[in-house]
């Protein structure tokens, strides 16, 4: 079953070859049908690659299978290979399933649109990008991926190119994972230079017998994290972001939530023996700047009045967590709440969009309110998601969530309080964006402010929102199921209950944490993580349920502002870097250009002189040649020893 | 009266300088072009003389591919010298000199 791995990634990469080829006479619904049976296809080819994987043992768990030689060059040498091992098939098994789920409801979110088959050919070829990103059996392939993913996610975003806003947001999103990609290259510079090799396992076996330079280490480790903070949106690269949101809400959902952001975690995981060899600092370095971005993030997502606005930043901030994980040296933490925040980011993500469907394209919040009568369904499932990122429990946010803190408390108590603050707030604009959306009476049909005319809201007054299609609904409540379910992975209870730990075991390295946190401790640890979220939830609810506290207090202007780093970094690219740019642009072209330039007038001039010889006129060639000859023999004559 | 070697080289030394000067200070490409044929015959009347003169039979040998290059040379170049003269009668090579690179 290893062996048919390829099928994995072949599937999206053949639905993108027939849909950008012949997307067009498919049509719709034929082409978003074929591209979801693709996905669906290669969900299966993992699900079986899992199942024979999971009936090996923990030392036959680790596989590569080679297809062909890419690249032949000298010592260099990289083949089109998988490495099958158990988080590369983990990081599968969430991305073609909820793949697939985000696929078929797509089929229903892009229905009408003008450009339906070009944005499943889209989605597939992501799907095939990120698939190679963790299947690829060395860092070059990765890169493959991670530049696909990218490009993919460019295409996608400024999906609706006609509006100027969407292609801005895109190449915004691009510019920005340069610098992260900048740092990827490097740190796979410094490992060719150090390793003479690419390969996962040629790396990652030459790390752990430890026979890598500490500071050569640290520096591979530092420019991974700089790919990885760019592709995960951490702090200060994240900004790409909440503009990427101009997508398609399918797009937010498996682009910008599930899969491709969660790749620099992925990365940093699985060249953990790299980050074990490096200097303590390292590992500081991510937990602290994860942390941080989370708390920051999630400052900022209190104040959004954008429902999608508020996911995102939501992303930024959870992805924060994952890499609290990775720095405090919890890398099954970082996985686990990797898959759990893909099931429920990707339902509030898609529940957001069943709403923007439902109000017609509308994503401000303070015209949704009372919901719940007009989508059941959608209503439903988004509390489902909503209780898991909140923290309560039994849902699987509880579970990931408790697992994290409980190793930042390990590392260190500033860190968990950080971390316990974060999901305080978190519960609370989760809260906020249920309350304001589903709770409360209807204002679809209200007057808004700073509206002219007064006929608008009478005529919103006939469009009452609707539920969404099946084919959207479906995949809210598969996802719902597994947003609560997707915690029983790893329970914290026993040994023997931490599936998910022992699973991962052979790619981690034996590079986990060992807990010195007792049993009773960590109890205490999660109430006092259960009672935070309910205290976010209960202010939540006093506030836009109740209305007995004031709203202002909570959504500060400078939440509201994102802190005005976006725009700081606005104003310095068009002010000073700006000036910046042009200085360099004149460089180009006055030194660089000007050497070339120079040479090239220098060759021009010459050649004008040695011209004026080859003037056409045959005899004076035959003077030449004639006092040429003359020359050569008295040459001759002279040295002549007769 | 004996004539000897050195009367068939000093012809063929004459004959050479004719052609030499004649290619120097005529404008007709069809006189030019006979010079050349004359200055390549006082060669062969040299190889020819001193092959006899050594008793090598290169020197005759050399000859016949002197005349093979001259017949070659002597189709090509009357073909591109009837060319010229049929765009524009009368020319001298000195007018060709927009040939010139």
């Not at chain 1, 498919?26 to 024979?52: C, N, Q, R, Y």
């Not at chain 1, 951490?234 to 491709?260: C, E, K, N, R």
């Not at chain 2, 039979?57 to 001259?70: E, H, K, R």
């Amino acid at each position: 079953m290893v062996d048919l791995i390829w099928l994995v990634p072949a599937l999206p990469l053949a639905g993108f070859i027939v849909l950008i080829f012949a997307g067009r006479r498919i049509g719709e619904p034929g082409a978003g049908w074929l591209a979801t049976g693709v996905m669906g296809g290669s969900f299966l080819a993992t699900l079986g690659v899992f199942i024979d994987m999971a009936g090996r043992s923990t030392h036959d768990r680790r596989a590569v299978v080679t297809l062909f030689e890419w690249i032949p060059a000298g010592d260099l040498s990289v083949d089109i290979g998988f490495l099958v091992d158990p988080l590369s098939i983990t990081m599968c098994l969430f991305i073609t399933g909820v793949g697939a789920l985000i696929h078929l409801y797509s089929v229903g979110y892009m229905h009408g649109d003008d450009g339906f088959a070009r944005f499943f050919a889209y989605l597939n070829l992501f799907m095939f990008a990120m698939l190679m990103l963790v299947l690829g059996d060395s860092l070059l392939l990765t890169f493959l991926g991670w530049e696909g993913v990218g490009a993919c996610s460019y295409l996608l975003i400024s999906f609706w190119f006609t509006e100027p806003a969407n292609a801005t947001a895109g190449k915004k999103a691009f510019v920005t994972n340069r610098i992260g990609d900048w740092g990827f290259m490097v740190a796979m510079f410094a490992t060719f230079f150090t390793f003479g090799s690419l390969n996962y396992v040629d790396v990652l076996d030459a790390s752990t017998a430890g026979t890598v330079a500490q500071g050569t280490a640290t520096l591979i480790a530092v420019m991974l994290l700089v790919g990885a903070v760019g592709k995960s949106a951490q702090f200060p690269l994240y900004l790409w972001l909440p503009d990427a949101m101009a997508g398609p809400t399918p797009v937010s959902a498996l682009i910008h939530a599930a899969t491709m952001v969660t790749s620099g975690v992925y990365l940093l995981t699985r060249m953990n023996p790299l980050i074990a060899d490096s200097a303590g600092w390292v590992p500081d370095m991510v937990a602290w700047l994860g942390v941080g971005t989370a708390l920051f993030a999630a400052t900022i997502a209190m104040a959004q009045t954008d429902i999608k606005k508020v996911l995102a930043y939501s992303t930024v901030s959870q992805l924060g967590y994952m890499f609290l994980a990775v720095g405090s040296g919890a890398y099954v933490a970082a996985v686990f709440h990797m898959v759990t925040h893909a099931f429920f980011k990707a339902l509030l993500f898609l529940g957001s969009g069943s709403v923007i469907h439902g109000m017609d394209g509308d994503q401000d919040m303070r015209h949704y309110g009372g919901l719940r009568r007009f989508m059941p369904v959608t209503t439903g499932t988004f509390v489902v998601g909503w209780l898991a990122i909140a923290g309560v429990p039994p849902f699987s946010g509880f579970w990931s969530k408790d697992e994290i803190l409980t190793f930042a408390w390990n590392k260190s108590p500033v860190l968990w309080a950080l971390g316990l603050l974060t999901a305080v707030l978190t519960a609370f604009y989760m809260t906020r964006l249920i309350a304001l959306t589903f709770a409360g009476e209807s204002r679809y049909a209200e007057q808004r402010t700073g509206e002219e005319d007064a006929e608008a809201a009478t005529r919103r007054a006939d469009h009452t929102p609707h539920e969404s299609p099946r084919t959207m609904t479906a995949p809210l409540v598969v996802l719902a199921v597994l947003a609560v379910v997707a915690g029983f992975v790893q329970l914290p209870f026993s040994s023997s209950t931490r599936w998910l730990e022992h699973w991962l075991e052979p790619s981690l390295y034996a590079n986990e944490v060992h807990l010195g946190t007792g049993g009773a401790t960590q109890v205490l640890l999660a109430a006092i993580a259960v009672v935070g979220g309910l205290v976010g939830i209960g202010v939540a609810v006093a506030v836009y349920v109740k209305g007995r506290i004031a709203r202002e207090p909570f959504e500060q202007p400078i939440f509201a502002d994102a802190w005005r780093i976006d725009r700081s970094v606005a104003a310095f690219m068009g002010g000073p870097g700006r000036r910046g740019f042009e200085a360099t642009n004149r460089f180009d072209g006055q030194v660089v250009d000007g050497a070339v330039y120079g040479v090239a007038g220098l060759v021009r001039r010459l050649a004008g002189v040695l011209r004026m010889f080859h003037n056409g006129m045959v005899r004076t060639y035959a003077t030449g040649i004639g006092l040429g000859a003359v020359a050569l023999l008295a040459w001759f004559l002279t040295r002549s020893t007769l | 009266m004996v004539v000897t070697t050195g009367w068939y080289l000093a012809l063929g030394a004459a004959l050479f300088s004719m052609g030499a000067v004649g290619l120097l200070v005529r404008r007709n490409p069809l006189v030019m072009f006979m010079c050349v044929e004359l200055m390549l015959n006082a060669v062969n009347l040299t190889f020819v003389s001193l092959g006899a003169e050594l008793g090598d039979l290169g020197g005759q040998l050399s000859v016949f591919f002197v005349l093979v290059v001259a017949a070659a040379e002597v189709v090509v170049g009357l073909a591109v010298i009837v060319a010229i003269m049929r765009r524009r009668s009368g020319a001298t090579v000195d007018d060709l000199s927009v040939l010139g690179g």
